[in-house]
């Protein structure tokens, strides 16, 4: 009986997000079986439209991961989006500014870049939480903007490209694209790489000894200190983890869609990841399906406008509602069985 | 002089949004939660200030209107964290979202509008002119011809002092923010206190939202807000919740925020301006938290 | 005291208030009575000025203004300077109460309740937090409020107090009242023996603590000072041994810091002075980590939030920092297999009940979660072991057990510090005794040669020269 009640209360938010969402529809006057089918078809109907979801997938498979690292710690990381940002532009810059001869050495490069600068920038705020106990969430929230605001100024001054209205960078070498999976779709390597990541979080969360202390101070710190586990150490390589993870999904999401970094390179990656680490509870198998399910609701939200004239915003709307009801507790009930 | 005082004239200008959200975002904090949920509050302000103000040819009903809409969006926020236990950073997020998708979406399905309105028959706020303060040296060009909203929010800073520590109602929610146990102890009703004070912040947020809409150019855009609701958080944190501290961050921000954009249109990089509300409050949590590690017994 | 603050419901008998019979259902009904309660955790807003904590609830009001309601401070502070001049004494109203010192801030929660005008005043162990000169002036503060019509209750452990202030003094024990005396009715050390109980036995042990002869003793504590969360001096140059085959028994009454010194040996606490060495090696800077990876085992008094980890599963508890000591994590990859033969050994080693391993430790009753903790720690095999109130809330057949394997543990060499409420479960197990009072090492015993009476005056303050 609890069993049912808890998974009823995990899906909770999805299913009043998509009640709310019907509601918005049928407030305009649309039928929500025939859009909410229309995504279904869009979002998973064909090869082209499976690989344009896996592909919309991507970045989250990694900031979910990486929101869901520091979360399962119990640190409030909210910074992914920065790292995100931070790392494509790293991996973009190694990608043009760098000759090299052979493709898998240039991305290897590139990767190790989005992996240390998205490292390094979660270092300060990890710091500050470990040892002088600085609420994390106002400082990651802050560093979100201050990256933002480095990236800009990057990509306007020295990083621009000759020529270019836009901000943008110049186009990487060939030499550092990642390879498309499934012409003409957008479908990169990264998704593969994402898929990797998942599964080596799995094997973090089940198998290694830093997952299993990990898990445990995000549980009880007292307790964790307590019997001796370092938990500041923990703590702090937990951040820079979920830093080098999200900034080797912003690596890999220059790399193989974008080609370069351009302004707007994240329409809140890190938000949507954050979304599903929640939602899932931090497993890796919840993430992957939430990754898959958002994928295909941005990928089908903007195909849809070729057929319907719902905006695209009905998605926020679906995304805002799942984040809101999230965290709430409708049951309480005890926990008998231990799991993830 | 002429560029200091138009960028001073202009900064003040620039203040009045940051600063109503932020007294808002303070009372709430000091009623126990962070409102990280400021930036939807005020998209939503400054949305409903327009369509209001266009249809009934009121700025007055215009931003009665907003405020009223953003405090029932600030109740709505506060239930889930009081009476649901919601998280209410998460919360304030999903807030932020949720209300960019609805008001995104209303903006093209009613409006055909894929992100900016201007309506016909909006009425802006006016400028209120006092011929004795006008002539001031530099007091007149800070003051003059400036809107209501601008007048009100410098008035809700200086009046929050009061209202905050001179009256039951703010010793209470105070209290209540403080300390659960002992506000429960004494019979007061905590979530209520909670409530109230979101409902607080809602209603200014929201005539934060309208000064952007209706108080300069009439116009509405989703990108409108551009991080003012987080610019105000940053303000209240580093006013460390006192209001004439965080009024007077607030008018270096806005000040900030007039040079940026004086930057911008001479070309040369804001970003370094920009960035600097959020370095110092990582700056001041810094230190408030070396503090508060120097005096503690734990080894370590 | 909490059902008489209305926080909580007797399951029989009756509460008769001016000859009324009354239930008191919250505390504000309580408080409407006339009782009012100063706590040991001060109900303060740290951030108000003494005056705001003063009024808070009970605002005078200048004018409603809006619902707002405008607090009329300067007839707050009329009513304050009343009152504490009527008691002679001198506040600055106006400091914040987070900047005022402990005294200060336990005389502002007695004036609160003078403030609302109660009749009975109850003090839950106010000394706790006080200095000798401090203590004084709070009794004549006492016996001014007494004089002037109020009854107050005092409730303390400290035997002299009591003696010095009361006029009428009962002593409970296990919930039930042992003795009801009037001022100078009995000596202090009958006292003290009605406190303490007589029926206690010290129970002789069967088998006999191998003493290993190293060149330093196990544990050297000199000269231990620290401070309690309330920043008042809890350890004021604490000095003892403890070798291997040794259990070092701390008899102390709460509160007179018995939980700090065990906090400053597991690495929990800051030492102001003095040095801790282990073998030798000066340990008092290490942290908790380190001081396990260097052999120092520790039982916490407190199971709920630092012994267990009730949300997850006892397989998980039992693993939990110590994968060093059985190797089950070369290159940082769990040794699934050996990490569950050594769950089910630990767990069938201490007799703990249990479906399966993966359940959850909240499921577990008192004893056999006792039973997990002391499972987990001992089976590390450390040098030294601290212990913290190792059978609270276990029922007989655990207390036993887990006796025994402290015994066990003795006899194999390692060196015991024991701490606990249970004056005939130190007596048991300890080899020595120590008794602390208020910080200060009063006397160092062998069990076997003393009497409890006398351990118990001593831990009540009575000097050891001055004991029948």
Redesign the interface.
């Known amino acids: 009986m609890n069993r049912s009640k808890s998974i009823f209360q995990d899906f909770l938010p999805i299913i009043i997000s998509f009640g709310v969402g019907a509601v918005?529809l049928i407030f305009?006057g649309e039928s929500p079986l025939e859009i909410y089918s229309l995504m279904l078809s869009e979002g998973f109907g064909s090869t082209r439209r499976i690989a344009a979801t896996l592909s919309s997938a991507t970045p989250l498979i990694f900031t979910a991961v990486a929101t869901a690292v520091s979360f399962r710690s119990g640190v409030?990381n909210?910074g992914i989006e920065g790292a995100f940002i931070l790392g494509g532009l790293a991996g973009a810059f190694v990608g043009f500014s760098m000759e090299m001869s052979h493709i898998f050495i240039h991305i290897f490069f590139c990767l190790l870049a989005g992996i240390l600068v998205g490292g390094v920038w979660l270092y300060?705020p990890a710091w500050?939480r470990a040892?002088?106990?600085?609420?994390e969430?106002?400082?990651t929230?802050?560093?979100n903007?201050?990256a933002v605001?480095?990236a800009?100024?990057l990509v306007?001054?020295p990083l621009l490209a000759k020529g270019a209205g836009n901000n943008m960078t110049p186009m990487i070498h060939e030499s550092a694209e990642l390879l498309k999976l499934l012409p003409p779709s957008t479908l990169h390597a990264g998704f593969l790489i994402g898929l990797f990541i998942l599964i080596l979080y799995g094997f973090f969360c089940s198998?290694?000894?830093?997952g299993?202390?990990n898990?445990?101070v995000g549980?009880?710190e007292?307790?964790?200190?307590?019997?001796?586990?370092?938990t500041?150490k923990i703590i702090i390589s937990s951040m820079l983890l979920s830093g080098a993870i999200g900034g080797l999904g912003g690596s890999c999401h220059a790399l193989g869609v974008l080609h370069r970094y351009v302004e707007g390179f994240s329409p809140?990656y890190g938000?949507t990841g954050?979304?599903i680490a929640?939602i899932s509870k931090n497993s890796a198998i919840g993430i992957l399906i939430g990754s898959i399910l958002f994928g295909a609701l941005a990928s089908a939200g903007t195909t849809i406008q070729l057929f319907s004239?719902i905006?695209?915003?009905?998605?926020?709307?679906?995304?805002?509602?799942?984040?809101?009801?999230?965290?709430?507790?409708?049951f309480k009930f005890?926990?008998?069985?231990?799991d993830r | 002089m002429q560029i200091v005082e138009y960028i001073l004239a202009s900064g003040v200008l620039l203040t009045t949004p940051i600063l109503l959200a932020a007294m808002g975002g303070l009372f709430n904090r000091l009623g126990g939660i962070v409102n990280i949920g400021l930036e939807g509050k005020m998209l939503l302000g400054a949305i409903v200030a327009l369509l209001v103000s266009a249809n009934t040819n009121s700025w007055l009903l215009g931003i009665l209107a907003a405020a009223f809409a953003s405090s029932l969006a600030g109740l709505l926020f506060s239930i889930l964290i009081t009476r649901l236990n919601a998280n209410m950073i998460i919360v304030g997020f999903g807030l932020n979202i949720f209300i960019a998708g609805l008001v995104g979406f209303y903006l093209k399905w009613f409006h055909g509008s894929s992100g900016t309105l201007k309506l016909e028959n909006t009425v802006l706020l006016p400028k209120i002119s006092i011929p004795f303060i006008n002539d001031l040296p530099i007091l007149g060009t800070l003051f003059s011809n400036k809107d209501p909203l601008t007048w009100i929010s410098w008035l809700i800073a200086l009046s929050m002092p009061w209202i905050i520590f001179k009256t039951r109602l703010g010793m209470r929610v105070r209290c209540a923010g403080s300390d659960e146990h002992v506000a429960r102890a004494i019979g007061l009703n905590v979530k209520t206190l909670m409530d109230f004070s979101s409902s607080v912040a809602g209603f200014f947020a929201g005539l934060a939202g309208a000064h952007l809409s209706i108080g300069m150019l009439g116009l509405f855009s989703m990108g409108l807000i551009s991080g003012r609701g987080f610019i105000a958080l940053a303000a209240f944190y580093f006013g460390r919740n006192m209001p004439i501290r965080t009024s007077l961050v607030c008018l270096v921000f806005g000040i900030l925020d007039s040079m940026q954009i004086r930057l911008q249109g001479l070309g040369l990089p804001s970003e370094p301006v920009q960035a600097i509300p959020w370095i110092t409050v990582i700056g001041i949590l810094s230190f408030m938290g070396w503090r508060e590690h120097r005096n503690s017994q734990e080894l370590g | 005291m909490k059902i008489f603050q209305g926080l909580e419901q007797p399951d029989a008998g009756k509460i008769i208030i001016n000859d009324q019979p009354c239930s008191l259902q919250t505390p504000s009904v309580a408080m409407k009575h006339g009782i009012g309660m100063v706590h040991q955790e001060f109900m303060l807003i740290p951030e108000f000025s003494l005056l705001e904590n003063l009024i808070l609830g009970n605002e005078p009001i200048a004018t409603k203004a809006l619902g707002l309601g405008v607090v009329n401070f300067e007839n707050a502070l009329e009513q304050a300077h009343k009152l504490s001049d009527f008691l002679d004494i001198k506040l600055d109203w106006e400091t914040p109460t987070i900047k005022a010192p402990v005294h200060i801030r336990q005389i502002l929660e007695i004036l609160k309740l003078l403030y609302k005008d109660v009749d009975v005043l109850i003090l839950d162990e106010p000394t706790a937090v006080l200095a000798p000169s401090q203590v004084d002036d709070l009794f004549k503060l006492l016996r001014k409020i007494n004089d002037d019509g109020k009854t107050i209750v005092f409730i303390s452990h400290k035997l002299h107090e009591v003696v010095e202030l009361a006029h009428k003094i009962t002593v409970l024990r296990k919930g039930k009242v042992v003795s009801e005396s009037l001022k100078d009715e009995l000596e202090v050390h009958e006292l003290a023996t009605r406190i303490i109980g007589e029926e206690i036995e010290p129970v002789k042990k069967t088998s006999t603590n191998i003493e290993i002869k190293t060149e330093f003793p196990r544990l050297k504590v000199s000269q231990l000072s620290a401070r309690s969360d309330k920043g008042t001096e809890a350890l004021e140059g604490i000095d003892f041994e403890v070798s291997p085959g040794e259990v070092l028994g701390v008899a102390a009454v709460a509160g007179n810091g018995q939980e700090e010194l065990i906090e400053c040996l597991a690495g929990l606490r800051k030492i102001t002075a003095g040095s801790i060495k282990l073998d030798g090696k000066e340990i008092s800077e290490f942290s908790v980590s380190e001081r396990r990876n260097i052999g120092i085992g520790y039982i916490s008094p407190d199971r709920a939030h630092e012994g267990l980890c009730l949300e997850t599963s006892l397989k998980e508890n039992i693993l939990a920092g110590q994968h060093k000591i059985h190797r089950l994590a070369p290159l940082g990859l769990i040794n699934k297999k050996n990490a569950n033969e050594l769950v089910e050994k630990k767990l069938h080693e201490f007799e703990i009940v249990h479906d399966s391993m993966n359940q959850n430790a909240r499921s577990l009753s008192g004893g056999n979660q006792q039973k997990l903790v002391v499972s987990r720690e001992l089976s590390a095999q450390p040098k030294m072991m601290i212990i913290s109130q190792p059978t609270r809330g276990v029922d007989i057949s655990g207390r036993n057990f887990i006796h025994q394997k402290i015994l066990d543990y003795s006899n194999n060499g390692g060196a015991v510090i024991l701490a606990s409420e249970e004056l005939d479960e130190l007596l048991f197990l300890s080899t020595k005794i120590a008794v602390v009072f208020r910080g200060i090492v009063m006397a160092i015993r062998d069990p076997s040669a003393i009497d409890i009476g006398q351990i118990g005056q001593m831990m009540l303050g009575v000097k050891s020269s001055s004991i029948a």
Do not use: R
């Open positions: 918005v305009v409030f909210i300060l500050l040892n002088w106990k600085v609420d969430v106002v400082t929230l802050m560093l903007f201050i605001a480095i800009t100024g306007n001054g198998n290694s000894l830093f299993f202390e898990k445990m549980l009880n007292f307790f964790s200190k307590t019997v001796g586990i370092n500041k809140g938000w954050m979304a929640l004239d905006p695209l915003d009905l998605i926020d709307v679906l995304q805002g509602t799942v984040m809101l009801l999230a965290t709430i507790t409708v005890k926990k008998d069985n231990a």
